[in-house]
T-cell receptor
Framework: DAKTTQPPSMDCAEGRAANLPCNHS???????VYWYRQIHSQGPQYIIH???NNETNEMASLIITEDRKSSTLILPHATLRDTAVYYC????????????????FGQGTILTVHP | DGGITQSPKYLFRKEGQNVTLSCEQN?????MYWYRQDPGQGLRLIYY???????QKGDIAEGYSVSREKKESFPLTVTSAQKNPTAFYLC??????????????FGQGTRLTVV
C-alpha cells in the first residue's frame, strides 16, 4: 500500500469548514483513498473513500487531485464532536496475493475544533 | 445489528503471563485484523487473516499469536515474549472485495495493562 503523509495537527473554529490534506504521491492506479477518524479511546470510524472522482456523503466530502497524488477531506461545518484523529490511507480494493487486506495506517492528523 | 465485538474492554495482566483478547464479528466478513496503538501513536498492524485457517504477520508480530478457526472469530494472544504489551488493541474486519470497494469496521478496543 502507498505511503501517506498528513500534518500532525490542525485547528478549526466550530461552524467553519475543516480541510484536512493528505499526500499520497506514490499511489498506484488501482489504489483507493480512504479516510477514517478515531475519537479518543474508541475504534476508528470509516468516513469516506474514493478512487479519482470527488465524493460526498452525509459526513464529509473528498477532493482528489487530478494526478491523484493528494487529497483533501472536507468537513463542511465542523462541530466540537468532530475533534478526533483523522487517518488517510490508500489501499488496493480487490488485489489478490499478499497485498490483499493489509490496511496500513500512518500517524494521522489531530483535528481540534474550538468553540 | 451486525458489528464487531472486542472483549474485555479493560484487561490487566501480570508480567510473564499470556493473555488472549477476543474479537468476534457477525458481518460475514472474510478478512480480520489486529492493531496495536500506543499513546499518541497511529495504528500498527500485528496480524491479519484473509480467510479461515490462514493468517499473515503484520509489521509488529513478534510476541503475539493468532488463530482463525472460525470465520467469525480472530483471537489474539499476547505472550510473555512481548516485551512491552501495555497498549490499546483494536480488531477490524473487511468483506472480501471481489470487484467492490469495502471499508473496515473496527471494534471498540481492549486496553491491556501489564501490572
Amino acid at each position: 500500500d502507498a505511503k501517506t503523509t498528513q500534518p500532525p495537527s490542525m485547528d478549526c473554529a466550530e461552524g467553519r469548514a475543516a480541510n484536512l490534506p493528505c499526500n499520497h504521491s506514490t499511489i498506484s492506479g488501482n489504489e483507493y483513498v480512504y479516510w477514517y477518524r478515531q475519537i479518543h479511546s474508541q475504534g476508528p470510524q470509516y468516513i469516506i473513500h474514493g478512487l479519482k472522482n470527488n465524493e460526498t456523503n452525509e459526513m464529509a466530502s473528498l477532493i482528489i487531485t487530478e494526478d491523484r497524488k493528494s487529497s483533501t477531506l472536507i468537513l463542511p461545518h465542523a462541530t466540537l464532536r468532530d475533534t478526533a484523529v483523522y487517518y488517510c490511507i490508500v489501499r488496493v480494493a480487490n488485489a489478490g496475493g499478499t497485498s490483499y487486506g493489509k490496511l496500513t495506517f500512518g500517524q494521522g492528523t489531530i483535528l481540534t475544533v474550538h468553540p | 445489528d451486525g458489528g464487531i465485538t472486542q472483549s474485555p474492554k479493560y484487561l490487566f495482566r501480570k508480567e510473564g503471563q499470556n493473555v488472549t483478547l477476543s474479537c468476534e464479528q457477525n458481518l460475514n466478513h472474510d478478512a480480520m485484523y489486529w492493531y496495536r496503538q500506543d499513546p499518541g501513536q497511529g495504528l500498527r498492524l500485528i496480524y491479519y487473516s484473509q480467510i479461515v485457517n490462514d493468517f499473515q504477520k503484520g509489521d509488529i508480530a513478534e510476541g503475539y499469536s493468532v488463530s482463525r478457526e472460525k470465520k467469525e472469530s480472530f483471537p489474539l494472544t499476547v505472550t510473555s515474549a512481548q516485551k512491552n504489551p501495555t497498549a490499546f488493541y483494536l480488531c477490524a474486519s473487511t468483506r472480501r472485495a471481489g470487484a467492490a470497494v469495502t471499508e473496515a469496521f473496527f471494534g471498540q478496543g481492549t486496553r491491556l495493562t501489564v501490572v
